[in-house]
C-alpha cells in the first residue's frame, strides 16, 4: 500500500511537470484597486485589467501559453475580448500574449519601439505586432477613463510606456519599477540605461500622489513611499558604480572591486550581482 502511495505520488510529479510544459500551474491573484482597475498576478509582468460599460482592455498580457488562462481570469470579472492591450514595452513576459489576444480580436497599442523590436524578433507579418503604434504619448479614452500612455526613453529599454489612470489614482509602471527588493535589470542592448531610468522614476514620481496605487512590473502593488526608497536604491548604487569606475579604468577591474557588495541585496538567478554590475557599468561608460 505504501509503495503503491509513493508509486501514485511520483506518477502525479511527473504528470505535473509534463503538464507544465505547455500550460502551466499558475496561482492566479487578482486585485482590485478601484472600480474599474484590477491587477492580475501570474507568471511573468502584472496585467492591469480595465473594466467598464465600454469593455475591457489590459496593459500586458505575460506569456502565449498562459492566454487561455488569463482570459478565464478575465471572464471572471466580465465576459469577452478585451479591445486593447496595451504593452509597456518588449519583453516577452509582458508581450508574450500578443498574437493569441490579437487572433482573438484585441488590438494591441505600444510605443514604435516595441514594434520595431518585436518585428526583428517575430517577422513583419506577425500578429505579434502591435497594430497601433505612438512616440511621446497617446490617450485611450474608454470605459469613461481617459488612459494616458506616456513614452519614457531610453530607461529599461528603448521603448518603455507608463500607464496612467487619472480617475482611478493608478499608474502601471512596467518594467521601469521592479518592486522585488533589489536593483532594477537596465536592459543595454535593448536601449535602457540608468540615467534614463532615473530620470523617468523621478518624473514619474512628480506625479505621484500619496494616494496613487502604484502597478510595477514585477511584484506586489506599491506606495510613493516604495517608489522614492527605489530611486534612493538606485541613486546609492550608481554613486557606488561611479566611484568604482574613478578608481578602476577596465570593466574586469571594475567587476572585480564589487563596488554592489555591501548593499545588503538579495538577487534573482537570472540577474545575479556580477549581471546588474556589468549592465550598470556599461551604462554610466556610454558617451
Ligand atoms: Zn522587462
Known amino acids: 500500500m505504501k509503495k503503491w502511495f509513493m508509486l501514485s505520488l511520483i506518477s502525479a510529479a511527473l504528470s505535473a511537470s509534463v503538464f507544465a510544459d505547455d ?91 516595441v514594434h520595431a523590436r518585436l518585428e526583428d524578433k517575430h517577422g513583419a507579418d506577425s500578429d505579434a505586432l502591435p497594430r497601433l503604434t505612438f512616440g511621446n504619448d497617446m490617450t485611450l479614452h474608454f470605459n469613461n477613463e481617459h488612459a494616458h500612455i506616456r513614452h519614457y526613453p531610453n530607461a529599461h529599454t528603448d521603448g518603455d510606456a507608463a500607464v496612467f489612470f487619472p480617475k482611478a489614482d493608478v499608474i502601471h509602471f512596467g518594467d521601469m519599477f521592479f518592486n522585488t527588493g533589489g536593483l532594477p535589470y537596465v536592459d543595454v542592448e535593448g536601449g535602457g540605461s540608468v540615467n534614463g531610468l532615473l530620470a523617468a522614476l523621478k518624473d514619474l514620481n512628480s506625479q505621484v500622489k500619496e494616494s496613487t496605487k502604484l502597478i510595477p512590473g514585477h511584484g506586489p502593488v506599491a506606495s510613493k513611499a516604495d517608489l522614492v526608497r527605489y530611486i534612493e536604491l538606485i541613486e546609492g548604487a550608481k554613486a557606488k558604480m561611479l566611484a568604482a569606475m574613478a578608481k578602476h579604468d577596465s570593466e574586469e577591474a571594475v567587476l572585480k572591486a564589487d563596488p554592489l557588495e555591501g548593499m545588503g541585496l538579495s538577487y534573482a538567478s537570472w540577474l545575479p550581482k556580477e549581471r546588474v554590475t556589468k549592465l550598470f557599468y556599461q551604462s554610466l561608460s556610454q558617451k
Open 23 to 113: 500550460e502551466p500551474k499558475i496561482d492566479w491573484k487578482t486585485q482590485q484597486l478601484s472600480e474599474n482597475v484590477y491587477v492580475l498576478f501570474g507568471r511573468g509582468g502584472n496585467i492591469a485589467v480595465h473594466v467598464g460599460d465600454d469593455g475591457i482592455y489590459l496593459v500586458d498580457d505575460q506569456f502565449a501559453n498562459l492566454s487561455e488562462q488569463i482570459k478565464a481570469q478575465i471572464a471572471s470579472l466580465k465576459p469577452g475580448v478585451p479591445e486593447f492591450v496595451i504593452n509597456t514595452h518588449y519583453h516577452g513576459d509582458h508581450t508574450g500574449g500578443n498574437e493569441n489576444f490579437a487572433k482573438a480580436g484585441s488590438h494591441v497599442i505600444a510605443h514604435h519601439h
